[in-house]
């Protein structure tokens, strides 16, 4: 049974930091992009970040940039995203995502975590 479980999240300070990972008990992780993910209360999901098989390229949204880093551990068949200078802003639950693996004929993401809460106080 496929699993990605995230943990890492908490409760911090605006300006403080958080290390989020997510382990995968995936057979063919290392050749999936994966991703994380948000959901604030009363919005959308929203794209953070992602990371190519390989390590690179990676991609985050606007609003993260430079604030945040997403790195993978294929041997671990893990991912991490570094969270600094954190927002009230960025208070949400942070989801994991593992595309469907290269040379797949489908898109998007192919399984998700079920979250870790992220909290920053003002």
């Known amino acids: 049974q496929v699993q990605l479980v995230e943990s890492g999240g908490g409760l911090v300070q605006a300006g403080g930091s958080l290390r989020l990972s997510c382990t995968a008990s995936i057979r063919t992780f290392s050749r999936r992009t994966m991703a994380w993910f948000r959901q604030a209360p009363g919005k959308e999901r929203e794209f953070v970040a992602s990371?190519?098989?390989?390590?690179?390229?990676?991609t985050y949204v606007d609003s993260v940039k430079g604030r945040f880093t997403i790195s993978r551990e294929n041997a671990k068949n893990t991912i991490y995203l570094q969270m600094n200078s954190l927002k009230p802003e960025d208070t949400a639950v942070y989801y994991c995502?593992?595309?469907?693996?290269?040379?797949?004929?489908?898109?998007?993401?192919?399984?998700w975590g079920q979250g870790t809460q992220v909290t920053v106080s003002p």
């Open positions: 995502a593992a595309a469907w693996p290269i040379g797949s004929t489908n898109a998007g993401y192919e399984y």
């Open positions: 990371i190519a098989w390989f390590g690179a390229p990676t």
